[in-house]
């Protein structure tokens, strides 16, 4: 019979319990061996006048003759320091010994249970005085979920202060573990680890397993508090090789940020020759940090990256900075630098916005010399700008200052943007206007500049107010929506290099009617039950002729032909051109719908113009457009299943029979990290090109339909491969091989993207990742790259952000 005795009790109530509680002390107090008729004995007198299960305790009183237990508090997952000092100590053995306020001896299956800390040991001894526990023999500790085993222990239980021999352990944090000559408790939140190891690969059941990282370190500190550890005179050791010894190294365990120094990146190309660039992140404060970057290239020089971020409640931005003195190749020292803000405010006066994106670069070289940082500094156009807002009801305004600088590449050249030095907007939009009426104001007033103006166009100022107001009569069976639009502009020019005159203005009406009609039958098609309607439209514009030639084009460009812009009444966005339209467009869609969730399963439209006179307002060096009848737009989507998508647009010629631009693209995604998606892009005497992506399993054990046991490790395949048919090579390609496991992670992408006409880039990247510890990189961070390139790509698991289980789910 097991022997369980309370050497710490709550006090009760001295008259029901004088009987049972009078024997219990006689028997603490006794030296000699307990007998186990005095034991039972108690635990019936306490079982007789205990409440059932679910019940709340009577409280007591002075006609009661039994005993009365307190009820127990609610299970916590953290104790305090003072609770967990109140709490007695449960003592359980085959045979114990010893005296009351004294030393007390468990030998065969013994156990000491105190709050959130178990022992269990062959031999325990427990010294109440100092409240000491000291145990041999196949011990095992589980502190609130963290297990240690090892051969002989001592420790002071208040303060968790003492020490463990021959250990093996695991953290509950983090699931890591690791065996130890010896692990030191500092206190309840630090330890440290005597000659050991440390990994977070998972055991499994075969004898022979060994983990597939671990590092082996004279000293290991662990500070849970903090979550953090550090491993002195350490090695990496990967499949059992060492592969990067350190003196001194800190890593996670958990999510938390902290300072310290991040993994370094290394690569090697034959522009910078050998780069090496070592981060360190700076945790200033919970909404503040920065990131310093020292970077040496062999080829080049000694380069400084920083990188600073801010939130608060109100607003939030980044700053960024790079510096090359004096580069070796180029001879000239080479900077960037961005500032990236964004603040809103509620105010008595309305809403407050400040916007500011500013981007700049030393040279037009640098796109191609530096690698992208993730704030896409490496483009040939930089947009800085800043902009003030504000807005209340229906009324808005925006300030905004916008400047461009243009990365010149000779073999290319570019037309740079005109700058806004600066622009002032306002928007008027009525709600709940009478007679169900819709209608809009906008104004502007625009200076535009150009440093180098290639166009050989007068910088001018622009002021234009476009008014429309509207009236859509909505039915379940249609709509019909008569609007009325009025555009002018004003032009200031500063000189007359392109225009003879020096101020232009032009005011320009537009009306138009959109129509449509919605019918909707039940139809079955493959064993499903649908919705199907047909969507016929009809949309009439007209704009009468204003001489637009001797307007320069500022901010304009004609739209691209296509189901979004087939129903609009003007064909350029902008305001520098207002096509003369007198046309008529005619379409329909159908759909098929589910006819339990309403998702659409399937779609086709079709769309066609038919211009009643030529369109002679065009863009500078065009042509007027005189032809009646518009190419046919046709589109097409599946979506069957959720597995299964296909979309195409077709923009056909009937007056050949020919297609004159076509897209199509199709996907497959069966499951997670399961995706295949191919398109077809085609513009007559333009391009022609394939594209097709895809991430997917290589080996066949994938056919489990991903039930493959954890740990086991799986290969990915990923890639993208753009081919152009006109110029018979490949355009950009990204090929990659992933590996995830329950503890690491790796990747190699071999990346070749075109970066002008003439010119690719291409490069090697690798990267492993250790689960909560660091990741290795050769190169430009692989991640970024399938991001970028790869449709439908999903970043592989490695076990890292899973939350912090309860120590019950590791309970003794």
């Known amino acids: 019979m097991d022997i369980h005795v309370l050497t710490d009790v709550a006090p009760r109530s001295p008259r029901p319990a004088r009987s049972a509680a009078g024997g219990a002390q006689r028997m603490a107090t006794a030296s ?15 079982l007789w006048t205990a409440p059932a299960i679910g019940q709340t305790a009577p409280a007591a009183s002075a006609d009661d003759a039994g005993l009365v237990l307190r009820t127990s508090p609610r299970l916590q997952e953290t104790l305090g320091s003072s609770q967990r000092g109140k709490m007695p100590v449960f003592l359980e053995g085959d045979d114990l010994t010893g005296q009351t306020a004294d030393m007390t001896t468990v030998t065969g299956n013994a156990m000491l249970r105190r709050a959130d800390t178990m022992i269990r040991a062959d031999r325990l001894r427990y010294y109440e005085p100092s409240d000491t526990a000291y145990a041999d023999g196949n011990v095992h500790i589980n502190r609130a979920g963290s297990v240690f085993d090892g051969t002989e222990l001592q420790l002071q239980l208040d303060s968790f202060e003492g020490y463990f021999k021959d250990a093996n352990y695991r953290l509950l944090q983090n699931n890591a573990y690791g065996v130890a000559s010896q692990v030191d408790f500092i206190d309840r ?51 059992g090789v060492p592969i990067l010894p350190v003196p001194r190294m800190s890593f996670p365990l958990s999510e938390k940020r902290k300072s310290g120094l991040l993994p370094p990146t290394m690569s090697l190309d034959s522009d910078s020759g050998f780069t090496y660039s070592q981060p360190y992140y700076w945790n200033i404060a919970p909404n503040r940090d920065a990131t310093i970057t020292p970077t040496v290239m062999l080829k080049r020089g000694a380069a400084l990256a920083g990188e600073f971020r801010y939130l608060e409640p109100t607003y939030k931005g980044t ?34 916005g400040l916007n500011i994106n500013l981007k700049r670069v030393s040279d037009s070289d640098y796109w191609h010399d530096f690698q992208s ?12 700008e800043a902009s003030v807002s504000w807005s209340r009801d229906d009324h808005s305004l925006l300030l905004r200052a916008q400047k461009w600088q243009t990365l010149q590449d000779p073999l290319s050249p570019i037309v740079p943007p005109y700058d806004r030095m600066p622009q ?27 440093d180098d103006n290639l166009l050989r166009q007068p910088n001018a100022d622009r002021g234009y107010m476009q008014a429309e107001i509207s009236r859509p009569f909505v039915a379940p069976q249609g709509f019909i ?12 020019f500063d000189n007359s290099l392109y225009s003879t005159v020096s101020n232009k203005s032009l005011t320009i009406p537009t009306v138009s009617l959109d129509s449509g009609l919605v019918f909707e039958r039940n139809t079955r098609l493959f064993g499903r039950n649908l919705i199907q309607t047909l969507e016929p439209r009809a949309f009439y514009t007209y704009t009468p002729y204003r001489d637009q030639s001797m307007v320069p084009v500022y901010d304009t460009a004609p739209y691209d032909f296509s189901f979004a812009t087939i129903f609009s009444s003007n064909s350029f966005s902008g305001y520098d051109r207002i096509a003369d339209n007198n046309m008529l467009t005619v379409g329909a869609t159908t759909r098929f719908l589910d006819a339990d969730t309403g998702a659409e399963a399937a779609r086709f439209g079709i769309a066609q113009r038919l211009r009643f006179s030529d369109q002679k307002v065009v863009m500078p060096g065009a042509s007027p457009a005189n032809e009646r009848w518009s190419d046919i737009m046709l589109g097409a989507g599946i979506n069957w299943t959720p597995k299964w998508g296909f979309d195409t647009t077709v923009q056909f010629n009937p007056d050949n029979g020919r297609s004159v631009r076509s ?3 199709a996907r497959y995604k069966p499951g997670d990290y399961k995706t295949l998606a191919v398109a077809y892009r085609f513009q007559a005497q333009t391009s022609e090109q394939w594209d097709v992506g895809w991430q997917w399993p290589v080996d066949q054990i994938f056919s489990d339909g991903g039930k493959k046991a954890k740990g086991e490790g799986r290969w990915y395949t990923v890639g993208r ?8 090579k490949l355009v950009d390609s990204v090929i990659g091989l992933e590996y995830a496991g329950c503890c690491w992670s790796s990747r190699v992408v071999l990346q070749r993207l075109q970066n002008s006409l003439v010119q690719a880039n291409t490069k090697l990247l690798f990267q492993i990742e250790f689960t909560g510890l660091t990741r290795l990189t050769l190169g430009s961070d692989p991640l970024v790259s399938m991001r970028d390139n790869v449709p439908g790509y999903q970043m592989l698991p490695t076990g890292k952000g899973a939350a912090v289980p309860s120590r019950f789910s590791n309970y003794d």
């Not at 953090?228 to 990967?238: D, K, Q, S």
């Not at 940082?373 to 800085?384: A, M, P, T």
């Open 32 to 46: 000699t061996r307990f007998s186990t008729t005095a034991i039972a004995s108690l635990c019936m007198a306490m």
């Open 189 to 239: 939140d630090r330890s440290v680890v005597h000659q050991g190891t440390y990994t977070t690969c998972q055991r499994n059941d075969e004898a022979t397993w060994t983990p597939d990282w671990m590092i082996r370190a004279d000293k290991i500190s662990i500070d849970t508090l903090e979550e953090v550890g550090v491993a002195e005179n350490a090695v990496l050791e990967f499949k």
């Open 319 to 352: 700053l960024a900075g790079l510096y090359m003195p004096g580069d070796k190749l180029r001879d000239r020292d080479r900077w960037s630098w961005l500032w990236q803000h964004t603040s809103t405010l509620n105010s008595p006066i309305g809403g407050l």
């Open 373 to 384: 940082n993730g704030y896409k500094l490496n483009e040939r156009l930089l947009n800085s």
């Open 424 to 450: 002032l907007q306002y928007r008027y939009t009525p709600q709940n206007l009478p007679f169900g009426l819709e209608a809009s104001f906008e104004a502007d007033a625009t200076r535009f500049r150009a």
């Open 481 to 492: 929506t008569p609007k009325l639009m009025l555009n002018s502009r004003h032009y200031s």
């Open 663 to 665: 897209t199509m693209s």
């Open 721 to 728: 491969l753009n081919y152009s048919m006109r110029d018979k």
